[in-house]
């Protein structure tokens, strides 16, 4: 009578709900997620989905904006320019202005150095400190609109309890229900990449495990953007990039590498790490020849640039996939390419990706979150919605050298992109700024001061004609 008296029918009907609610669960998975990826096809949710958060943050916004005005609150707007009104002016120019201004006497009379000169420094460094256009491409975009986030808008605050109660719901469905849904798609495509690229690794190496590899990491990256509800817009596909070729693009986050290889499969190129990154790494090069280094060869460039340049050598293998920048940066513009991935003198196709900041920010500010916290905001964002273009090959044209060609190619991609194109490097991230951008200004100004006093000892006849 024992084992009669502890049987409860509640657990045998709570173990059938799980048991169905799971099965349901992974068929749902399986038929609207898994099969499409596998096959490269989409029924459209994502993108009625997209449309339909668009018009619910499109109220969200306005009801913002008429809860302001009734309270008579001041909204903040992010400035989407800089802050001071800057005219492409010289250095020459700018102080011959001044000097005109703080002076009546003839300019040409004037003496080389005079003490105003030291405003237009004065002036620069308060412009750089208020406005400084490199720091600010390192923090996340500022939204003008509200997504029902509170970490991308400084305007909400209890303005109306339906206001309040959307916001709520929202915070149900991007935690109860898209971030494990989520999870399991990530895990579900991390998982395949490694069971089934070992198992290609043992294959001999020829067509058919060139086909399978390709097959496999295209199906698993497909699954991974599906873990972010990724909605991506591919233009010019004509133009993407061929065997033999170094595909090169602006960085804004890690998931720009999904992003690209959820279209076409790439040689990757990067560091040898450790945990769950070095067995996703040794099972990828088991199936495709990708380039990765150890830390004590990472600061040798010779041997990068044998290895990069033995690769694109090799015709039947996958283009490299770099970002010359070296860091992220937060999508508002394209910083130093470095030229390393320029000097190889092959044929370079340009990427250009552009993410929209309204329904979740994809750039990752490492100094202020690790790997897993930004992985885990990315997937309780409500999508990632972006579009990449693929701009014709560009190859290095005669007389020029590699940092030319890496700033003409970066220049075409933020022209593409719609970003800005800065000179800086983005190693300022975390370093100080180099003496020799210091010595530059110092050069510019003795050149001037230089070329003044030679223009004028020109100008003066000799001693002997006077005579």
């Not at 329904?359 to 979150?369: M, P």
């Not at 990449?388 to 075409?412: C, H, I, N």
Request: with cysteine.
């Amino acid at each position: 009578m024992g084992p009669f008296l502890d049987f409860n029918p509640f657990d045998n009907l709570l173990c059938i709900l799980l048991g169905i609610s799971f099965t349901v669960w992974f068929t749902l998975l399986l038929v609207f997620i898994i099969v499409p990826a596998i096959f490269g096809v989409s029924f459209g949710i994502r993108r009625l989905y997209m449309k339909t958060l668009l018009k619910i943050f499109e109220w969200a916004t306005h009801r913002i904006e008429r809860g302001a005005k009734d309270n008579n609150h001041l909204l903040y707007k992010p400035y989407s320019n800089a802050i001071i009104a800057k005219e492409p002016t010289s250095l020459e120019e700018e102080i011959n202005e001044i000097r005109r201004r703080g002076s009546n006497r003839d300019l040409d009379s004037a003496s080389e150095f005079e003490m105003s000169d030291i405003f237009y420094f004065c002036r620069r460094g308060v412009e750089s400190i208020m406005d400084d256009e490199v720091t600010k491409r390192f923090s996340a975009e500022e939204l003008e609109s509200w997504n029902l986030l509170t970490r991308s808008n400084y305007n909400f605050q209890h303005i109306s309890l339906r206001l309040t109660v959307l916001w709520g719901l929202g915070v149900v469905i991007r935690y109860g229900f898209l971030l494990p849904l989520r999870v399991t798609l990530a895990f579900t495509g991390v998982g395949l990449l490694v069971v089934l690229t070992s198992i290609i690794g043992f294959l001999p190496n020829g067509r058919m495990k060139n086909f399978l590899s390709e097959q496999v990491h295209l199906m698993c990256y497909r699954i991974c953007v599906r873990a972010l509800t990724a909605i991506i817009t591919y233009h010019d596909s004509e133009n993407k990039p061929k065997n033999g070729g170094i595909c090169v693009a602006n960085h804004t986050s890690p998931i720009d590498v999904i992003i690209l290889a959820s279209d076409g499969c790439y040689a990757m190129v990067g560091q040898i790490h450790g945990g769950l990154m070095g067995v996703i790494q040794k099972s990828m090069v088991k199936a495709c020849p990708h380039i990765w280094f150890e830390r004590s060869e990472v600061k040798d460039r010779h041997l990068v640039a044998k290895r990069l340049s033995d690769h694109v050598e090799d015709t039947t293998k996958l283009p490299i996939l770099i970002f010359p920048e070296g860091t992220c940066i937060n999508n508002t513009s394209v910083m130093m390419f470095k030229k390393g991935s320029f000097e190889i003198g092959s044929t370079v196709y340009p990427v250009a990706i552009k993410y929209d900041p309204r329904f979740g920010d994809a750039f990752w500010n490492s100094s202020q979150f690790g790997m897993v916290n930004y992985l885990l905001r990315m997937m309780s964002s409500w999508a990632i919605v972006c579009s990449v273009w693929y701009l014709p090959p560009m190859t290095r044209e005669e007389g020029e050298d590699a940092v030319q060609f890496a700033s003409r190619v970066k220049a075409a991609i933020a022209r593409q992109g719609g970003l800005v194109d800065l000179l800086w490097d983005g190693g300022l991230k975390r370093g100080k700024v180099k003496d020799t951008f210091k010595e530059e200004q110092q050069k510019l100004y003795s050149k001037m001061l230089v070329g003044t006093q030679e223009d004028r000892s020109l100008d003066t006849p000799p001693s002997s004609h006077l005579n």
